[in-house]
């Protein structure tokens, strides 16, 4: 009987295995012909947009076909990395400019700059794909060592705004503020809505790796520092890339010293003061947009990229959301972040002097590539390049471009594509800059040096760190700025020595 039950659990085996095997090659025979996009992140109207831009596009070919695949966005970049470095990564992967040129440099991309001059076969009347992009977006991700190349091409960009429950406001007698609002008019809005117990304003700020705090420090010094921020650009293409921020630091007489710079701390000092306004408990993401959704705080820090989550949570149409506690429809609005001014008030005790703010200055919240995308040279070696290619050009073009703005609320960066209503606020001005220079660490290192400058601000705003015999409660910012600034060094010195730069 055991016997017999062996020669059963063998011929199982055996037929599985021989299953298994057949499966393993028809799908590998398939997989010839596919060429897998890749990208990160869990926004789910941009993943249905991209996969309705790939079946469209799917209609036009007979020997390829385009797959969307997510992963996960808190380990992309590990993932990523260790495809290229192993030569087994997607066909097309989404990239960053930091990821871009550090891929490059290690010799795993393809350069497009040739296909970049040619036409765009799903435009007409352009000279080249080039002329694709409006801006300077194009030239914002060109390769830092050499602006002549390209390894990856922009699709997207991105801008901080603040989102306003216009209802909740005029429900509690407050009048809704418009573009030109200041920094001043802002707080004395907060002050006549936290006298009825109502916090204003929730900001994302409970992890201390949080781009809402960096992109608060980006606005505030870009207003404070333009002249010393154009400086740094010495190629001029409109990105302060991280050579460039490495002889910021280390060359020349006149270096950036975070730790004597007085923008940077009275910055700091701003933030400090201003972050016991932001709620209790400092929300998480999830936290700041679930209370602005059920309307128990009237405005919140976010960006571009919510509006599909805000859109799509207020119809009710997030398979994620809670369905047995529908979301009431509100009218909202949203502005840019409010400007400072020399003189900035912040409550009854504290009004902060900027003396070298630029005013007028046609900064906008962002306004950087945020979508990229780059092919590895495995895509190449796999026959697949021209495909690739073609299939970036078809999502950059106006047709591709407009489907992503319309189904995944997207600011695109190909000229001539119209964008629907609800993102039509978050269009740069025509006059608009980049904020360029990033004052937190993300062009300069693989995350390790990011993630510590993120958490010394984080403790530093949440009270919990001693800052060199100074007191983060009181408002001091030395101890901080001697913490950041020695990191800075640190890190742009190893960039310098590994990379052998001499100026």
């Known amino acids: 009987m055991f016997s017999k039950v062996k020669k059963w659990i063998c011929y199982v085996l055996v037929v599985v295995c021989?299953?298994?095997?057949?499966?393993?090659?028809?799908?590998?025979?398939?997989?010839?012909?596919?060429?897998v996009l890749s990208f990160w992140g869990t926004n789910l109207p941009y993943q249905y947009a991209l996969e309705y831009v790939a079946a469209e596009y799917n209609k036009t070919q007979d020997d390829f076909e385009v797959v969307i695949d997510r992963q996960d966005a808190g380990n992309y970049r590990t993932w990523m990395g260790a495809r290229l470095a192993g030569g087994n990564?997607?066909?097309?992967?989404?990239?960053?400019?930091?990821?871009?040129?550090?891929?490059?440099?290690?010799g795993y991309l393809c350069d497009l700059s040739d296909e970049l001059s040619k036409p765009n076969p799903y435009n007409e009347g352009e000279e080249s794909w080039a002329d694709s992009f409006g801006g300077t977006y194009l030239t914002q991700v060109a390769y830092a060592a050499d602006t002549s190349q390209y390894y990856c091409v922009p699709t997207s960009t991105v801008s901080v705004r603040i989102m306003i429950n216009k209802d909740m406001l005029k429900k509690n007698g407050v009048e809704i503020p418009d573009e030109n609002w200041t920094f001043s008019d802002f707080r004395r809005i907060c002050e006549k809505l936290e006298a009825k117990g109502i916090t204003a304003m929730e900001i994302a700020n409970a992890k201390f790796i949080n781009y809402m705090v960096s992109w608060m420090i980006d606005i505030f010094m870009a207003q404070l520092k333009y002249d010393d921020i154009n400086g740094y650009d010495r190629n001029t293409n409109g990105q302060v890339e991280t050579e460039e921020i490495v002889r910021a630091f280390l060359d020349g007489e006149d270096v950036l010293n975070l730790a004597t710079d007085t923008d940077f701390a009275e910055t700091m000092r701003f933030l400090k003061t201003w972050s016991k306004y932001w709620g209790d408990g400092y929300n998480s993401r999830s936290d700041t947009s679930e209370n602005f959704l059920r309307q128990s705080v009237p405005m919140f820090f976010s960006g571009s990229w919510g509006v599909s989550g805000v859109e799509l949570t207020l119809n009710n149409d997030n398979p994620d959301a809670d369905k047995t506690n529908p979301y009431t429809m509100f009218d909202y609005v949203s502005l840019p972040f409010p400007k400072l001014e020399k003189e900035t008030y912040i409550d009854a005790d504290n009004t902060f002097t900027f003396t070298n703010l630029k005013e007028g200055l046609p900064f906008q919240e962002l306004g950087e590539p945020s979508g990229c995308f780059c092919i590895p040279k495995s895509t190449a070696d796999n026959g697949k390049y021209e495909v690739a290619v073609d299939f970036l050009k078809y999502l950059t073009s106006q047709k591709g471009a407009?489907?992503?703005?319309?189904?995944?609320?997207?600011?695109?960066?190909?000229?001539?594509?119209?964008?629907?209503?609800?993102?039509?606020?978050?269009?740069?001005?025509?006059?608009?800059?980049?904020?360029?220079?990033?004052?937190?660490?993300?062009?300069?290192?693989?995350?390790?040096?990011?993630e510590y400058h993120f958490k010394q601000v984080q403790?530093?705003?949440?009270?919990?760190?001693?800052?060199?015999?100074?007191?983060s409660k009181n408002g001091r910012t030395d101890g901080l700025m001697d913490l950041i600034q020695k990191k800075y060094l640190e890190v742009t010195q190893i960039l310098r020595d590994d990379n052998e730069w001499e100026w």
């Open 459 to 471: 403790n530093y705003l949440m009270g919990e760190l001693a800052l060199n015999r100074k007191e």
């Open 89 to 106: 990564a997607s066909d097309i992967l989404a990239t960053t400019i930091v990821y871009g040129n550090t891929d490059a440099a290690n």
């Open 18 to 35: 021989f299953g298994s095997l057949v499966y393993k090659a028809a799908v590998t025979g398939n997989d010839s012909r596919k060429v």
């Open 402 to 450: 407009s489907i992503m703005a319309e189904r995944a609320y997207e600011i695109p960066v190909t000229k001539g594509v119209q964008v629907s209503e609800k993102m039509s606020d978050f269009l740069p001005p025509e006059n608009s800059e980049s904020v360029k220079f990033r004052f937190n660490l993300l062009n300069l290192a693989d995350g390790v040096a990011e």
